[in-house]
Every structure is written in C-alpha cells, then in structure tokens.
C-alpha cells in the first residue's frame, strides 16, 4: 500500500516516485543549521492506480518532541487509509485519522506539536485537508493558481487580506507563529473543494520550510513546467539558497519537505 515515506531524513536530493498514473517528485531536508533530526515527515500512499494520498507533517518548531509529533501523525494517516474498504471514499478515515493523532500528541504531555496538509488523489481530482501552516498548490502550466491552502498563520491571513504583501510576510518577525496544529485542545482541521486537475497541472505539498523562504510566485514560476524532477530541483535549490542568505530577502533557516505530483510527468513547455 505504501509507496514511499520520509522520516528524519538527511537526505541530499529528490526522489522520484511512480504514483497513480503519474509521478510525484519529493525531497526532506534537515535544515542548514541544525545537526539535531529533521522534524519533518512526509508519505506517498497508493491505493489503487487512480487513487493515494500524499502527505507532509512538520513538528512544530521549538516544541518539545516536534519529531514524534510529526511522525506520528503520518503513521496515523497510513493507519487510518490502511483500514479503509477498497475504492472508498478517504475523507473521514482522513479527519479521523489526524484527530486521532491530536488525542495521542496530546496524551503525551509535553506541549507537542506538529502541522499537517494532505491530499487525497481520486481518479483525476484532489482535495487538500491541513491543519497549521504546512501548505499546497494546484497550478497549471501556464502559471495559473487553482487553489492555494492559506497557512493558519498571523501573517499568512494579513497577507491572504491584503494588508501586507508576500515579500513583506517573508520579512516579517512574527513568521514563525502558527495559530492551529495538530497537539492542540482547540485543533481546527480545515477542508478544501474537490480539485478537477488537467493533465498538466502540478500539485506542490510542502512545509513551512518552502512557503516561509518563496513567494507563490516563485514557487510557481520554478515548477509550473519543464522537465519534472529538474524543475523540482530548481525549486528546492531556490529555497535552500534564501535559507543561506544568498539572496535579498532574508531567509529562514527550517527543515523542508515538499512533495510535487504531476500527472503527465513528461517535459511541458
């Protein structure tokens, strides 16, 4: 059933994975100052040729036991998809699943924490789910957003309502602070539409490690066409290399995980 996972991994380039008909492109990265384990975690599930989930969760940040919070979200997710009836419908085995996560990050009592986006593929569409700032894109090849998950996030909502820009939500202190996640007594999940996607659309899911160092803008502009995996590469670069502080806008250092699906993989220009 499962056809890749990434857990505390140290890795040092992308995978490129066969899923559902077409290929997801994935990477997780510890971040570039830390030699402490990537609290990230991510898992490609494929239940039949038209139908999987993808999935990425990042323990919160400074919390304690952020790792285990992460992976055991996932393992909730590959548990509760693992119990579904063949061809059936994911979204309440989905809720289910990361409520279920919630209760035991909770059980724990340490304050652990963790953010979650999944997408759940069916025969051509998708639905995202996420709880904190862990986020997806659905854009064409032409560089048009179809749906984009806005981070429950202080500044991700100021810029969702035009009271700053991206660039300056990239520059803001306050980036880092998530107002929902999953370990929390008052955790909100949040449900997306069922997403019609063409044949050369690209889904991105990632953590915040993506969406805290590049605009949409450039995250669109870096994987909405060309060859897959290099295009993948470019992007992972392009945020990797804010991180360092090689460009104008300061970046922040943090874990990143993204995983990319396309479901025509061939070069489109």
Known sequence: ??????????????????????????????????????????????????????????????????????????ESIIGHCGRAEPGSQLRMHLLDAIESANRKILGWGLGAGATVVVAEYRE??????????????????????KFTAVAHAPIAMAVEIGMLNEEEGLAHEDRNLISNCVGAEDMKIEIGPRLKMAKRDTLVLASDGLFDNLTSEEI?????????????????????????GRNELIGKADDLTVLCFRKNPTTIV
């Not at 919160?60 to 996932?74: C, K, L, M, S, Y």
């Not at 639905?127 to 700032?133: E, M, T």
């Not at 502009?221 to 990797?240: M, T, W, Y």
């Open 220 to 244: 669109i502009r870096s994987i909405r066409a060309g060859q897959f995996k290099a295009q993948v590469g470019n992007l992972i670069d392009k945020s990797r290399s804010r991180m360092l």
């Open 1 to 74: 059933m499962i056809s890749r996972t990434w857990l505390k991994e140290v890795a040092s380039e992308a995978d490129q994975v066969g899923f559902c008909g077409g290929t997801v492109v994935g990477c997780s990265f510890r971040s570039p100052e830390k030699e402490s384990h990537n609290e990230d975690a991510a898992v490609l599930i494929e239940l039949s040729p038209t139908h999987g989930v993808l999935a990425v969760a990042d323990g919160v940040g400074g919390q304690n036991a952020g790792d285990r919070a992460a992976e055991a979200t996932i």
């Open 124 to 145: 051509g569409s998708v639905r995202i789910i996420h709880v904190g700032d862990a986020g997806a894109i659905v854009c064409s090849n032409r560089g048009n957003i």
